[in-house]
């Protein structure tokens, strides 16, 4: 019973290898999927494929367009999200992709410290499961197998 996760969040920490490292550890059957992680990259890939922009907004623009294609196969093909907010960073991009999985009906897994309750009470209510740490998360997981 493999498992695909897409693992939405901030990519300014190593949540995701901690993730990965403790389901394969347990055993778990799981292919994880996230967002381009090379900061760089990310940022630079719209001039890269289609050149130079006129300004910031249209470098922004076709970025994320890229960013966006990238993202949508990814989440069609996962079976479940988890998606991380954490106290540090602002979490635009969470946000957008906890929304789609819901808007896709994909099972998800809301990673939210105490502190983030009231912000996202209402992506919270419609998560499938939310969860204050990673290990939870984990442990979410490992039932799914049990």
Do not use: C
């Not at 799981?30 to 630079?44: C, K």
């Not at 106290?87 to 789609?100: F, L, V």
């Amino acid at each position: 019973m493999s498992l695909s996760i897409y693992l939405a969040g901030q990519i300014h920490d190593d949540w995701r290898e901690r993730l990965k490292q403790k389901a394969k550890n347990s055993q778990l059957d799981i292919q994880f999927h996230g967002p381009q992680e090379n900061h760089d990259l990310s940022d630079d890939i719209g001039e890269n494929i289609l050149g130079k922009q006129p300004n910031q907004q249209y470098r922004d623009d076709t970025g994320a367009s890229i960013n966006n294609f990238r993202t949508e196969i990814m989440m069609q093909k996962a079976d479940a999200v988890i998606a991380l907010f954490g106290e540090s960073y602002k979490q635009w991009n969470t946000a957008m992709d906890a929304g789609i999985a819901i808007g896709l009906n994909k099972p998800l897994i809301l990673i939210r410290p105490e502190s983030l309750i009231h912000p996202l009470k209402e992506l919270s209510n419609k998560a499938t499961v939310t969860v204050e740490t990673v290990d939870q998360a984990l442990q979410v997981l490992e039932y799914y197998y049990q």
